[in-house]
């Protein structure tokens, strides 16, 4: 079982920045995603973005132009950084790995989670 470990969620205002950083214990090698989801009170849980070893890079449409997910897998980490936030975007935020083939198609499916990082998006 990959272990994750998040960072950097907190507090901002409306257009504020953060940025979320997950570190794994390992990546067991070829194919692998991380990604990252949150969710919402009241809400399910929704995929905002990840990527995989195929090269692949995924954006919720509520976050294109806004959030860039990006893999170093030398560090082992997966990070998120967050620009023009909404109070939309108010949620625990969820690192996410998966192993095999099954998360390279979509909807991803993920074998490990990290357990997770507020953020809160104040008007």
């Known amino acids: 079982q990959v272990e994750l470990q998040e960072s950097g969620g907190g507090s901002v205002e409306v257009g504020g920045s953060l940025r979320l950083r997950c570190a794994a214990s390992?990546?067991?090698?070829?194919?692998?995603?991380m990604g990252w989801l949150r969710q919402a009170p009241g809400k399910e849980r929704e995929e905002v973005a990840s990527?995989?070893?195929?090269?692949?890079?995924r954006h919720a449409d509520s976050v294109k132009g806004r959030f860039t997910v990006s893999i170093d897998k030398d560090e082992k980490t997966v990070s998120l950084q967050m620009t023009g936030l909404k109070p939309e975007d108010t949620g625990v935020y969820y690192c996410?790995?998966?192993?095999?083939?099954?998360?390279?198609?979509?909807?991803?499916?993920?074998?490990?989670w990290g357990q997770g990082t507020q953020v809160t998006v104040s008007s």
């Open positions: 996410a790995y998966g192993g095999d083939w099954s998360c390279l198609s979509w909807p991803r499916k993920y074998s490990s």
């Open positions: 390992e990546i067991t090698g070829s194919p692998y995603c």
């Open positions: 990527a995989d070893s195929a090269g692949y890079f």
